[in-house]
């Protein structure tokens, strides 16, 4: 099983939708957690962290159940903008980060 | 402030020759962090700098892998005898620290080095 899985999809849907990722995370141990972005042949950057009590940044809303073990991403009214491979991150805690293999996004007008 | 930079952009080499990659962290982040992505593939933790140590270099894919750290900021990638298989984007990012969590522990990341073994 892997440390860190992802539904690699990819998400078609049109302009305006509401979507959601789901990420499960193997080590009951880890303690921070990210959601980055990465579009097609750039470095990955921060979307938002996860907090336990969840978060909001304008459209995008991040949530963690440490009971089982996954964290969840929704993207409301979604924008042509917003096409990109969405990427789950672990860290337990320590230094090692482990990083999903990315569930892709095509927002479609 | 400027970000993460790394040096080349681009790499060809041909195989058994040897490479080296740079990263510049931004300035006053003590964790650096290497990665590689293969195609259509995730990325793979290869190894993690706290100042100038490297506490587990068990990510390293072979012994022809080596990193080192100097004066707390610049690092070097160096794969030793190239091989096809070596052939991916190597990632390098940088975190104000690395084990602290939350905001902190948030990893910025340089355009990386697209390395080709012919």
């Known amino acids: 099983r892997k440390e860190v899985e992802q539904d690699p999809g990819p998400f078609n849907v049109p302009e305006g939708a509401t979507v959601a990722f789901n990420c499960t995370y193997s080590n009951s141990a880890s303690q921070s957690f990210f959601w980055y972005r990465q579009d097609c042949r750039k470095e990955p950057k921060l979307l938002m962290s996860v907090y336990s009590s969840g978060n909001e940044d304008g459209r995008f809303t991040a949530q963690l159940n440490r009971a089982s073990q996954y964290i969840s991403l929704l993207i409301r009214d979604s924008k042509l903008s917003d096409s990109a491979t969405y990427l789950c991150?672990?860290?337990?805690?320590?230094?090692?980060?482990?990083f999903g293999a990315g569930t892709r996004l095509f927002v479609k007008a | 402030g400027a970000g993460v930079s790394q040096s080349p952009s681009n790499k060809v080499t041909e195989k058994g020759k040897d490479v080296e990659l740079r990263c510049d962290p931004i300035s006053g982040h003590t964790a650096l962090y290497w990665y590689r992505q293969s195609l259509g593939q995730g990325l793979e933790f290869l190894i993690y700098f706290q100042g100038n140590s490297a506490p587990d270099k068990s990510g390293l894919p072979s012994d022809r892998f080596s990193a080192e750290r100097t004066g707390g900021s610049v690092s070097t990638l160096t794969i030793q005898r190239t091989q096809q298989e070596d052939s991916a984007v190597y990632l390098c990012?940088?975190?104000?620290?690395?084990?602290?969590?939350?905001?902190?522990?948030?990893?910025?990341f340089g355009p990386g080095t697209r390395l080709t073994v012919l």
């Open positions: 991150v672990v860290k337990a805690g320590g230094f090692k980060t482990i």
């Open positions: 990012a940088s975190s104000l620290e690395g084990l602290a969590g939350g905001i902190r522990d948030t990893q910025y």
